[in-house]
């Protein structure tokens, strides 16, 4: 999904990211064209109904499992 969105090369370019951490260069902006700003959207709506239903299905009867 977020290849679609920015260049995710960045992260092993140490232009931006050195030990794991990133530099004070600024990542690459998105184009702001709408087509892609309706991607971006679409996909954080998408990112968003996929977790909340990962953490309800999955993670929820975990955490009733979990002693403290």
């Not at 999904?1 to 990133?22: Q, W």
């Not at 709408?34 to 971006?40: F, G, K, N, P």
Request: aromatic share 10%; proline share 3%.
């Amino acid at each position: 999904m977020l290849d679609e969105l920015m260049d995710i090369t960045v992260y092993g370019d140490t232009v931006y990211v050195k030990n794991g951490k990133f530099t004070a260069k600024s990542l690459p902006v998105l184009t702001g064209d709408s087509a892609t700003l309706r991607l971006l959207f679409n996909t954080v709506f998408d990112f968003r109904i996929v977790t909340s239903s990962y953490i309800e299905v999955d993670m929820q009867p975990q955490l009733e499992n979990a002693s403290a």
